[in-house]
């Protein structure tokens, strides 16, 4: 990327899905684990993470 990669945070996990802060965004986004695999090994992100939630609770309806 030209200017690196985007710098973003792993706030919490929940089931097989993933709240992600990026840095312009207010708020987190929620990924499904598929995407989370794929943006965790590509170039274009750069994962920190700060005190990780884990849940085990799924949020099937």
């Known amino acids: 990327m030209k200017n690196g990669p985007i710098k973003v945070k792993l706030i919490e996990k929940k089931g097989n899905s993933y709240l992600i802060q990026f840095p312009n965004l207010k708020i987190p986004v ?32």
């Open 30 to 61: 929620t990924v499904n684990d598929n995407l989370y695999q794929k943006m965790l090994h590509s170039t274009m992100y750069e994962f920190g993470h700060d005190n990780i939630h884990f849940s085990t609770q799924s949020n099937s309806a």
